[in-house]
């Protein structure tokens, strides 16, 4: 028997067994965790586009939440307000976690306070004015946020609103999966695509065929991919691995299943078309397709084949493959440059990877290899320019 919850009735019943697996939908440890750091002490920088804000310590030492009360922590998340009233700045998504339920709060809250009590202050926010302002903070929260609740649909089964529940709330799904404005914010319900603010990744489109939409998946391929980072379809690579490593993974068969019904059913768009992030595309050099073949043959085609069938299980396939073939590029970018390495899950314990050719190729062998793989065996994208991989590999990964 299971509950709402994901777990088994007696698991759900222990407030703090289900708090620390709700932890995990949420994917908490990952910010609230300094690299080196104590776990759940904080301290971890989270850059923005206007500044860095450093997650606070959520241990119950007196430096942590050691004075909260379960109502604070729901105020927290519910309302996006510390303990003294103070707005919370939204790189802590409670434009998302306002979503969660009071009795998901209290079983988070009861696993908080179960923690090892860690002595570390929470380290100032470095933002710039005026953002640095809560009056400032008060103008975006009138303009982006209102607090509410997960609405059942009752056009829907339950597993469907369970998935609607995880992507939406704890899971914040579209917090990278769409576009951000001027002043930082998305729309929760929008998983239109968008690069992820202050790093050189962009996640893809959930909704336009061409892009990473799962309509016509099996139910069942999408739960492997979040279980395990790879399915026949896709591999995760970049912040989606890590989101997989330390998230998804650990996730109820059930959930996982009710999340795929939700990701599934997401209403189509259209095809999205060429959207370059930064400057207007400069068109490669004559000559560059060949080099870009030659290029493939030399470095590539010992793993995913000589008309980039790949291996199945291993090297992904790139003809016909929609992470190719993407309107925007930085992701292929990326790989080529930092290496592509998929999440090590108890479902596929050791991945196979892809070394980084950053110290091998120049910018301009890059932009000819991608852009020939983007043209060859049946792919029909645009060429990536010379331009493109240097603004790339001049970001932080």
Same mark, same amino acid.
């Given at each position: 028997?299971?509950t709402?919850?994901?777990l @088994?009735?007696s698991a759900?019943?222990?407030?703090v067994?289900?708090?620390?697996?709700?932890?995990?939908?949420?994917n908490?440890?990952?910010?609230?965790?300094?690299?080196g750091?104590a776990?759940w002490?904080?301290?971890r920088?989270?850059e923005?586009?206007?500044?860095v804000?450093?997650?606070?310590?959520?241990?119950?030492?007196?430096?942590?939440?050691?004075?909260?009360q #379960?109502? $604070?922590?729901?105020?927290?998340?519910?309302?996006?307000?510390?303990r003294?009233?103070?707005m919370?700045?939204?790189?802590?998504p409670?434009?998302?976690y306002t979503?969660?339920t009071?009795?998901?709060a209290?079983?988070?809250?009861a696993?908080?306070?179960?923690l090892p009590?860690?002595a570390?202050a929470?380290?100032?926010?470095?933002?710039?004015? =005026? +953002?640095?302002?809560?009056?400032?903070l008060?103008?975006?929260?009138?303009?982006y946020?209102?607090?509410?609740?997960?609405?059942?649909?009752?056009?829907?089964?339950a *597993?469907w609103?369970?998935?609607?529940?995880? +992507? &939406?709330? /704890?899971?914040?799904?579209?917090?990278?999966?769409?576009?951000r404005? #001027?002043l930082g914010?998305?729309?929760? !319900? $929008?998983l *239109?695509?968008?690069?992820?603010?202050?790093?050189a990744?962009y996640?893809?489109?959930?909704?336009? =065929?061409?892009e990473?939409?799962?309509?016509?998946?099996?139910?069942?391929?999408?739960?492997?991919l979040?279980a395990?980072?790879? *399915?026949p379809?896709?591999?995760?690579?970049?912040?989606?691995?890590?989101?997989v490593?330390?998230s998804? &993974?650990? !996730?109820? =068969?059930?959930?996982?299943?009710?999340?795929? +019904?939700? /990701?599934?059913?997401? =209403?189509?768009?259209? @095809?999205t078309?060429?959207?370059?992030t930064?400057m207007?595309?400069?068109p490669v050099?004559a000559?560059?397709?060949?080099?870009?073949?030659?290029?493939?043959g030399?470095?590539?085609a010992a793993?995913?084949?000589?008309?980039?069938?790949g291996?199945a299980?291993?090297y992904?396939r790139?003809?016909g493959?929609r992470?190719?073939?993407?309107?925007?590029?930085a992701n292929?970018?990326? +790989?080529?440059?930092?290496?592509?390495?998929?999440?090590?899950?108890a479902g596929r314990?050791?991945?196979?990877?892809?070394p980084p050719f950053?110290?091998v190729?120049?910018?301009a062998d890059?932009a000819?290899?991608l852009?020939y !793989?983007?043209?060859?065996?049946g792919?029909?994208?645009?060429?990536?320019?010379? !331009?493109?991989?240097?603004?790339?590999r001049?970001?932080?990964?």
């Amino acid at each position: 028997m299971s509950t709402t919850s994901g777990l @088994p009735a007696s698991a759900a019943d222990d407030g703090v067994t289900r708090g620390r697996y709700l932890a995990r939908a949420g994917n908490c440890q990952a910010c609230h965790t300094a690299p080196g750091g104590a776990p759940w002490a904080g301290g971890r920088g989270i850059e923005t586009p206007f500044g860095v804000v450093y997650a606070g310590n959520l241990t119950p030492d007196p430096t942590g939440l050691g004075g909260w009360q #379960a109502g $604070d922590f729901w105020r927290a998340l519910h309302h996006g307000r510390s303990r003294d009233g103070r707005m919370l700045y939204p790189a802590f998504p409670y434009t998302h976690y306002t979503r969660v339920t009071r009795a998901d709060a209290d079983a988070l809250w009861a696993f908080m306070q179960s923690l090892p009590p860690v002595a570390q202050a929470n380290r100032p926010h470095e933002l710039r004015w =005026p +953002v640095s302002t809560q009056w400032a903070l008060g103008v975006w929260r009138a303009l982006y946020f209102r607090p509410g609740v997960q609405q059942a649909d009752a056009r829907q089964d339950a *597993s469907w609103n369970r998935g609607a529940y995880l +992507v &939406q709330g /704890l899971g914040h799904c579209s917090a990278c999966h769409s576009t951000r404005n #001027a002043l930082g914010a998305s729309e929760v !319900l $929008d998983l *239109s695509g968008g690069m992820i603010p202050m790093q050189a990744w962009y996640a893809p489109s959930l909704a336009a =065929p061409n892009e990473a939409s799962l309509a016509d998946w099996p139910l069942a391929e999408i739960a492997q991919l979040l279980a395990t980072g790879n *399915s026949p379809r896709a591999s995760t690579l970049g912040p989606m691995a890590e989101v997989v490593l330390h998230s998804t &993974q650990h !996730l109820s =068969p059930d959930d996982l299943a009710a999340m795929a +019904v939700f /990701l599934k059913s997401v =209403p189509p768009t259209a @095809p999205t078309e060429a959207r370059n992030t930064s400057m207007e595309r400069v068109p490669v050099k004559a000559g560059a397709a060949l080099r870009g073949e030659k290029l493939y043959g030399d470095h590539c085609a010992a793993c995913h084949g000589a008309q980039g069938e790949g291996v199945a299980g291993a090297y992904p396939r790139l003809a016909g493959n929609r992470a190719v073939t993407l309107p925007v590029t930085a992701n292929l970018v990326q +790989v080529v440059i930092h290496g592509g390495f998929g999440p090590a899950t108890a479902g596929r314990p050791r991945p196979f990877g892809m070394p980084p050719f950053a110290m091998v190729m120049s910018d301009a062998d890059v932009a000819a290899v991608l852009t020939y !793989l983007r043209q060859a065996w049946g792919n029909q994208a645009g060429p990536v320019s010379e !331009l493109e991989v240097a603004q790339q590999r001049s970001l932080a990964r």
